[in-house]
T-cell receptor, first 109, second 116 residues
Framework: GQSLEQPSEVTAVEGAIVQINCTYQTSGFYGLSWYQQHDGGAPTFLSYNALDGLEETGRFSSFLSRSDSYGYLLLQELQMKDSASYFCAVGTGRRALTFGSGTRLQVQP | DAMVIQNPRYQVTQFGKPVTLSCSQTLNHNVMYWYQQKSSQAPKLLFHYYDKDFNNEADTPDNFQSRRPNTSFCFLDIRSPGLGDAAMYLC???????????????FGPGTRLTVL
């Protein structure tokens, strides 16, 4: 079976740094991705880690440790527009992604 | 701009009345996906096409069918919608030039289905 766990909700203030963790148990593993979804909107791709380590894309970074079945998304210099749901997703083969249940980030002024 | 388009954005149907949702893409991607997303939940993959090769998820109900007449278009048919099928339906695409390409998926805006 496939299981991804992430916190349901995180709150932070503008300008702060926040980390959203994701642990996974999957029968196959072909990388960890992160998606952002604003209320009423479509998910948009943020980052992808196939190998252990840190990937940086502007204010967002993503980390993967395959030995720990663990990854995180790091958001720096938080802005109000970052308020959204963030999903981790594991590539499980056959071109399929399994999504976590999502973390709702609320950025406060 | 290259994109994924879904029509309609909002669809209301009656219990048991067949409904079809549409998706088109100008990205020329080989792979197209249909997801179901209920409120405050993760997108759940229903099935995907790799070119014309149809791949159904094991737990997708038979009530859900799909057609892909060409590279650009894909349809989701719900044969007899039940109240539990009310959800957002998301279409997505991905490239297939690398084994890892499908980890980056491009989503349409979704169709919100209401079942009365």
């Amino acid at each position: 079976g496939q299981s991804l766990e992430q916190p349901s909700e995180v709150t932070a203030v503008e300008g702060a740094i926040v980390q959203i963790n994701c642990t996974y148990q999957t029968s196959g593993f072909y990388g960890l991705s992160w998606y952002q979804q604003h209320d009423g909107g479509a998910p948009t791709f943020l980052s992808y880690n196939a190998l252990d380590g840190l990937e940086e894309t502007g204010r967002f970074s993503s980390f993967l440790s395959r030995s720990d079945s663990y990854g995180y998304l790091l958001l720096q210099e938080l802005q109000m527009k970052d308020s959204a749901s963030y999903f981790c997703a594991v590539g499980t083969g056959r071109r399929a992604l399994t999504f976590g249940s999502g973390t709702r980030l609320q950025v406060q002024p | 701009d290259a994109m994924v388009i879904q029509n309609p954005r909002y669809q209301v149907t009656q219990f048991g009345k067949p409904v079809t949702l549409s998706c088109s893409q100008t990205l020329n991607h080989n792979v197209m996906y249909w997801y179901q997303q209920k409120s405050s939940q993760a997108p759940k993959l229903l099935f995907h096409y790799y070119d014309k090769d149809f791949n159904n998820e094991a737990d997708t109900p038979d009530n859900f069918q799909s057609r892909r007449p060409n590279t650009s278009f894909c349809f989701l048919d719900i044969r007899s919608p039940g109240l539990g099928d009310a959800a957002m339906y998301l279409c997505a695409t991905s490239r297939d030039d690398l084994s890892s390409s499908y980890n980056e998926q491009f989503f349409g805006p979704g169709t919100r289905l209401t079942v009365l």
